[in-house]
Each structure stands twice: as C-alpha cells, then as structure tokens.
C-alpha cells in the first residue's frame, strides 16, 4: 500500500470515529442542522487537503475543529447572516417549574435560544470552551487568536446569558450553570 493508499484510509478512519462529535461542536456553534452538516464537510476539505502535511495524526481533531471555527466565523462575517430567529410567542417565566422532565426540556431549549443569540465567536469560545471542554489554551488555538481573547469573549458572553437570565427564581439552576463557570 503506497503513501496516497495509507493516507486515504487514515483519514476516512478519522472521518468516521470523529465526524459525529465534530457536527455536534459545529452545530452548537451554528444552531441549525444543514448549516454545521456544510460548516463540516467544508472543515474535512480542509483537513483532507493539509493531510499529507500534519505531522501527527492525532492533532487532526484539533485542525478539524479550529477550521469548523474559523470557517463559521469567517461565513457568519461575509455573509452577515442573523442568527436570530423570530418567534410568535415568548415563553412564560412563571409557568416553569423543575419537577418534571418537560419542564426541563423547555429550560434547556430556552437556554439554546439564549445561547443562540450571542455573536458567533462569543458563542464558539463557550461552547469549545465549555461543552467540549478545552483549555483557554486550545479553545484559543482552535479559534485562532491569543488566550486573552478566548477570555474576553466567554466573560462577554457570559455577561450576557445573564443578562437573559435576569433575576427570575424559577431560572436559579439555569443561574447558576451560567454565574459558576
């Protein structure tokens, strides 16, 4: 089997272990199916193309990941698209209660809207920082700038889940996932 060969079964086995943990991360940080199905397959052209040329394998999650974050910063500024989405109705805050599981499908979901309305890079530092769970130090290199700005983007973003949260008791767990990070 020549270098092409083994290259070519090293990545499709790459594709197929990592590929639905890397949709997640791009769907949370786009919000809708279809859009983190291409922010994906964009990222994996790039991953396949700079293939020959990574050093070790094992970094390729790593370079899959800062390209599903640079390519959806980079699409969500030359498009100018708003990732805000109208809805008929708000929900009532005095109609939740934590006792039962549907209520706490609503809670979460209402979470996602709140998290949807960050801006893009705000929303990409908290969700690799915090649901794929990497360093200040890998979140920075996955999105491309310096530490310093991983940490004003989730305390940005922070700042403002809260704000969105406001001082509703009913939302105190929801605080405190959003104040104890």
């Not at 083994?6 to 949370?28: I, K, N, P, Q, T």
């Not at 291409?38 to 999650?61: G, I, S």
Request: net charge neutral; hydrophobic share 45%.
């Amino acid at each position: 089997m020549g270098t092409r060969e083994r290259d070519r079964a090293e990545f499709g086995e790459f594709v197929v272990a990592r590929s639905a943990a890397l949709h997640r991360a791009a769907y949370l940080m786009v919000g809708d199916v279809a859009l983190a199905q291409d922010l994906v397959q964009e990222a994996l052209t790039k991953t396949y193309v700079a293939w020959p040329r990574l050093r070790d394998k094992a970094n390729a999650e790593a370079y899959t990941r800062k390209a599903i974050t640079t390519t959806a910063i980079s699409w969500f500024r030359r498009k100018g698209w708003n990732n805000e989405k109208a809805t008929g109705a708000l929900p009532e805050a005095g109609a939740r209660r934590h006792d039962d599981h549907a209520d706490g499908v609503a809670q979460s979901a209402w979470l996602w809207e709140c998290l949807l309305r960050l801006p893009v890079r705000q929303r990409a530092a908290v969700v690799l920082r915090y649901y794929e769970d990497l360093t200040e130090a890998q979140t920075a290199e996955a999105m491309g700038c310096a530490v310093g700005t991983v940490k004003s983007q989730v305390s940005a973003a922070l700042v403002k889940l809260r704000e969105q949260l406001g001082d509703d008791p009913d939302l105190l767990p929801l605080q405190d996932l959003v104040v104890n990070r």
